[in-house]
């Protein structure tokens, strides 16, 4: 129920390519679904952001589409660039607490 | 504003002994949780912290238990180490209800 499944594993894409991750959840509860991006040796930052009474959300190169009915949201990198080579990770939280499930996160390499 | 700040930032110990880890929120934020992340894999909430009281703990065995001070800075103790107990070890901060967490870099735990 606590689950957030994230795929795929790795991705390795061309300079100006738009890799798309996908994570799928259970718990209906969830109310908060973020993105994280890390970089080796550091902690997870906080790219973008999404909440389930929108079907999009844009930052920059940076897009959430959330399906709530299908339970699933991802995570599009338009004009993708070398320094966006990382690890991403898609969450999910639900209530005052906010505490995070993490997905198992996303190896991204965008070749130059 | 400064963010999260964690320390030390790598750490070597022995099977069965004891370790804590330090965390300095970032200012304004007055909740902390502590994640383990082990290599690989996404971050797994351990416990939460907000008004010196833990909040929230996932799945972890009694043996890690934590502490808040006053000034929201935070600490993370782990007995009986374990061999499974290595892993990147990150402190979060937040603002109670507020969506939104600011990781620090981590603390590399190695047990041998």
């Known amino acids: 129920q606590q689950q957030v499944k994230q795929s795929p594993q790795s991705l390795i894409v061309q300079k100006g390519g738009i890799p798309i991750i996908n994570c799928a959840y259970e718990n209906t509860a969830f109310d908060y679904f973020p993105w994280y991006q890390q970089f080796p040796g550091k902690g997870p930052a906080l790219l973008i952001a999404?909440?389930?009474?929108?079907s999009e959300k844009k930052e920059g190169r940076f897009t959430i589409s959330f399906n709530k009915s299908a339970k699933q949201f991802s995570l599009h990198i338009m004009d993708s660039q070398p320094g966006d080579s990382a690890t991403y990770f898609c969450?999910?939280?639900?209530?005052?607490?906010?505490?995070?499930?993490f997905g198992s996160g996303t190896q991204l390499t965008v070749l130059p | 504003e400064t963010g999260v700040t964690q320390s030390p930032t790598h750490l070597i110990k022995t099977r069965g002994q004891q370790v804590t880890l330090r965390c300095s929120s970032q200012?304004?934020?007055?909740?902390v949780s502590w994640y383990q992340q082990a290599l690989g894999q996404g971050p797994q909430f351990i416990f939460q912290?907000?008004?010196?009281?833990?909040?929230g703990r996932g799945n972890f065995p009694p043996r890690f238990s934590g502490l808040q001070f006053p000034n929201y800075s935070s600490e993370l103790n782990v007995n009986a180490l374990e061999l499974d107990d290595s892993a990147l070890y990150l402190c979060a901060s937040s603002l109670r209800g507020v969506e939104g967490y600011t990781f620090g870099s981590g603390t590399r735990l190695t047990v041998v």
């Open positions: 999404i909440r389930p009474d929108v």
């Open positions: 912290y907000y008004r010196e009281e833990e909040n």
């Open positions: 200012s304004g934020h007055n909740t």
């Open positions: 969450a999910a939280d639900y209530g005052s607490a906010r505490q995070l499930t």
